[in-house]
């Protein structure tokens, strides 16, 4: 793991702004890992409701996605997509009325919610298309219902991707919710523990979080909670990564963190999974950090899925420079983008502008067996004969250094001397090897 420049100060420290809805609204039918939701439940020409249901998909796993604006279908069409090149979309013009569905935010008690059944509480979780936000993406009601008994909760708050201050910033303004989400997951699963891991360089958070724990007298559901304050390092968010480095038990190769009893969930989830169960909210907006030297005013948006992110653009403009590269996520593990009109999708952490000196791309060398690469990929991987491998199309061999192991956290490009591709080059071989 190394130390990395964090550029966060854009952004840090800055509300959450409310972003108007868009006049326009670009609704992908895929937003999650899993099965495509292309049973759709409106047509153009219908009048839709905020909060109502658009679509879902024939089998499991899927997340069913909703209207986050009311108003007309006005088209069911092909459009740009951050991660998937371009999807089908569900295109809403906004009538400007916010009319909501007829069940969109009706209040349950503590009392209410108390009582609910885990099967009760997944089922709501499902009914909001709820996922993982860090950008894995992949079902929360499946996360919530592993093969294996999962003893400890391990929450994510640990934003090691430079530039992003979304999560932190959401616990910083919503602690007491959070602490309830929490404590909503800890009803399906039978745990013994629960870490709060987060980083040393986002103290409000550190402190509000403190608070609301030691209110709670460091329990949450009767469980003893544990809050676990990370040196900031990069990547030690990712799931493997932090599981290793708080528990120090390691999730083998081709295993997930419930094969160790464990399960670890990113801190917007979290939220989404409150508002999904205490306020009967689908999942149709989330926060984004617009960031980047280009810009003149860089925001924490609350955002409508489906907005377009030129119109997040515009909201922390006028541009200082002209970007030279959009990424779709953190500068690290994000996807640069071909253009400014795809929509914010559920797992869309951030927007990143950079400029012709923050994004500069030198020229690719050969390579000097300088094993920083081998020695830094925390997967244990073997990134400079990968990189060789692809570069030849010898899937097989790829494989055997350890390619599908790969959380493409981009810690190998970053340090290699000669700039060599070696993250994309690992995509190809996710995308042609035979499995
Ligand atoms: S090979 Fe993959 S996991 Fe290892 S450093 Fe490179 S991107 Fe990260
Ligand atoms: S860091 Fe770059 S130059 Fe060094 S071994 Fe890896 S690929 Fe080669």
Same mark, same amino acid.
């Given at each position: 793991?190394?130390?990395?420049?964090?550029?966060?100060?854009?952004?840090?420290?800055?509300?959450?702004?409310?972003?108007?809805?868009?006049?326009?609204?670009?609704?992908?039918?895929?937003?999650?890992?899993?099965?495509?939701?292309?049973?759709?439940?409106?047509?153009?020409?219908?009048?839709?409701?905020?909060?109502?249901?658009?679509?879902?998909?024939?089998?499991?796993?899927?997340?069913?996605?909703?209207?986050?604006?009311?108003?007309?279908?006005?088209?069911?069409?092909?459009?740009?997509?951050?991660?998937?090149?371009?999807?089908?979309?569900?295109?809403?013009?906004?009538?400007?009325?916010?009319?909501?569905?007829?069940?969109?935010?009706?209040?349950?008690?503590?009392?209410?919610?108390?009582?609910?059944?885990?099967?009760?509480?997944?089922?709501?979780?499902?009914?909001?298309?709820?996922?993982?936000?860090?950008?894995?993406?992949?079902?929360?009601?499946?996360?919530?219902?592993?093969?294996?008994?999962?003893?400890?909760?391990?929450?994510?708050?640990?934003?090691?991707?430079?530039?992003?201050?979304?999560?932190?910033?959401?616990?910083?303004?919503? +602690?007491?919710?959070?602490?309830?989400?929490?404590? &909503?997951?800890?009803? /399906?699963? %039978? @745990?013994?523990?629960?870490?709060?891991? $987060?980083?040393?360089?986002?103290?409000?958070?550190?402190?509000?979080?403190?608070?609301?724990?030691?209110?709670?007298?460091?329990?949450?559901?009767?469980?003893?909670?544990?809050?676990?304050?990370?040196?900031?390092?990069?990547?030690?968010?990712?799931?493997?990564?932090?599981?290793?480095?708080?528990?120090?038990?390691?999730?083998?190769?081709?295993?997930?963190?419930?094969?160790?009893?464990?399960?670890?969930?990113?801190?917007?989830?979290?939220?989404?999974?409150?508002?999904?169960?205490?306020?009967?909210?689908?999942?149709?907006?989330?926060?984004?950090?617009?960031?980047?030297?280009?810009?003149?005013?860089?925001?924490?948006?609350? +955002?409508?899925?489906?907005?377009?992110?030129?119109? &997040?653009?515009?909201? /922390?403009? %006028? @541009?200082?420079?002209?970007?030279?590269? $959009?990424?779709?996520?953190?500068?690290?593990?994000?996807?640069?983008?071909?253009?400014?009109?795809?929509?914010?999708?559920?797992?869309?952490?951030?927007?990143?502008?950079?400029?012709?000196?923050?994004?500069?791309?030198?020229?690719?060398?050969?390579?000097?067996?300088?094993?920083?690469?081998?020695?830094?990929?925390?997967?244990?991987?073997?990134?400079?004969?990968?990189?060789?491998?692809?570069?030849?199309?010898?899937?097989?061999?790829?494989?055997?250094?350890?390619?599908?192991?790969?959380?493409?956290?981009?810690?190998?490009?970053?340090?290699?001397?000669?700039?060599?591709?070696?993250?994309?080059?690992?995509?190809?071989?996710?995308?042609?090897?035979?499995?």
């Amino acid at each position: 793991m190394v130390k990395i420049e964090e550029n966060k100060f854009y952004t840090e420290h800055k509300k959450i702004e409310v972003l108007a809805a868009a006049p326009i609204v670009y609704i992908p039918l895929s937003q999650h890992l899993g099965k495509i939701c292309d049973c759709l439940q409106v047509k153009i020409g219908d009048t839709v409701l905020k909060g109502q249901l658009l679509s879902t998909a024939q089998a499991q796993p899927f997340a069913p996605i909703h209207a986050s604006v009311s108003g007309k279908i006005a088209a069911i069409q092909s459009w740009p997509h951050p991660t998937l090149g371009a999807c089908k979309a569900i295109v809403i013009e906004n009538d400007g009325k916010d009319s909501a569905a007829p069940e969109f935010g009706k209040n349950l008690s503590p009392e209410a919610a108390g009582k609910l059944t885990p099967e009760q509480i997944r089922e709501s979780i499902f009914r909001a298309g709820v996922i993982g936000m860090g950008g894995a993406a992949f079902p929360t009601h499946i996360k919530l219902n592993p093969p294996k008994p999962v003893h400890c909760l391990l929450i994510n708050i640990a934003e090691c991707e430079p530039y992003l201050t979304n999560d932190s910033q959401l616990v910083a303004e919503k +602690a007491p919710e959070i602490i309830a989400g929490i404590e &909503l997951e800890a009803r /399906c699963f %039978p @745990l013994q523990k629960i870490y709060i891991s $987060i980083e040393d360089n986002t103290p409000e958070a550190i402190a509000v979080l403190t608070k609301e724990l030691a209110q709670r007298s460091w329990k949450i559901n009767g469980i003893e909670a544990e809050m676990a304050v990370l040196k900031s390092q990069y990547p030690q968010g990712g799931e493997k990564q932090l599981v290793q480095k708080i528990l120090k038990t390691e999730v083998p190769r081709g295993k997930l963190p419930f094969d160790v009893g464990v399960t670890v969930q990113n801190v917007g989830t979290v939220y989404a999974i409150y508002e999904a169960v205490y306020k009967n909210k689908p999942l149709i907006e989330r926060v984004v950090t617009v960031t980047g030297g280009c810009l003149t005013t860089p925001k924490n948006l609350l +955002a409508r899925i489906g907005t377009p992110v030129k119109y &997040l653009i515009d909201a /922390c403009g %006028p @541009l200082k420079e002209t970007p030279v590269k $959009i990424i779709a996520g953190g500068p690290m593990m994000g996807i640069a983008q071909f253009t400014d009109q795809i929509p914010v999708i559920k797992s869309t952490t951030g927007i990143i502008l950079l400029g012709k000196r923050e994004a500069r791309r030198a020229e690719e060398l050969p390579c000097i067996r300088c094993g920083a690469c081998i020695r830094e990929c925390p997967m244990g991987a073997t990134p400079a004969l990968i990189n060789q491998a692809s570069n030849k199309s010898f899937w097989a061999e790829a494989k055997t250094y350890g390619a599908l192991d790969c959380i493409e956290c981009g810690l190998c490009n970053f340090v290699c001397p000669s700039n060599r591709r070696i993250v994309q080059s690992i995509k190809r071989v996710k995308l042609e090897a035979p499995r």
